[in-house]
């Protein structure tokens, strides 16, 4: 996976709209990509754009340039179209079937929690609580209060709850806890975890526990959302398969091809 650290979301969520230096730097990026698509004769591809662009003004003016200058279609979702996407990897369907299992997934701008049981989706909702917007302090506590109110009453009557986390952030955290894959990690390791790379300062996190320099800030506030989500919830354990939006998006797009690949 090829990952291009822009945050469109330093613009967006500070001035609602994203400025020429990082639209030029994503139209660089999205004619990159395209080149790399034509080297390896890509059948299908699908570009979704999400949070920072929901929110920038000048969204649709930059969705139309990146067609006219990289020849890629940008497809902008909302929270529940990204919810629906991340939930399409059925990942519980390997797991045990008497638990219920909440879905966190952790970005710049938003967090998707969806929650299901028994192989059925209960509820699902996408917060406007991102990484992003904590570092600019964007999420004032009255909406923190609203997140949590959310997620005690989707709930209050559900036993045996686990959580699944997917993101970059959280597939870091969980690597950072020496955790092996399809293991779990307890909501005590995390703190634990949280408050020792709270206690470094950004330079010392890149320097001593080896974090990229786009990642050193952010983690801080991925962790904060992770464990306040596990703590309203009262979850004790969280399951990191270390797959995202972009593994939902390829696997909607190979159940298309494949549906196509039947009708011939």
Known sequence: MVRVPLRLGEDAFLTGRITKVKINKLISAMKAFRNLMDAFDAVSYRACATSSMREAKNSSEIIKQIWREAKIK????????????????????????????????????????????????????????????LLNKKVNKEYWDFFKAWIKLETKNIKQLVAIGSGGNINKLFRMSDKKNNRSVSYKKLKLLSEKIESYSYDDRIKKLGLKADRADVIVPASRIVLAVMKTAEIEEMIVPQIGLADGLIHELYEEYRNKKRKK
């Open 74 to 133: 940008v497809e902008l979702i909302d929270g529940k179209r990204e919810a629906d996407i991340i939930f399409s990897n059925h990942v519980e369907e390997n797991l045990n079937k008497k638990n219920s299992y909440l879905y966190i997934d952790v970005g710049g701008g938003s967090t998707e929690l969806t929650l299901f049981s028994k192989g059925k989706c209960l509820a699902s909702q996408s917060f406007n609580i991102g990484t992003v917007r």
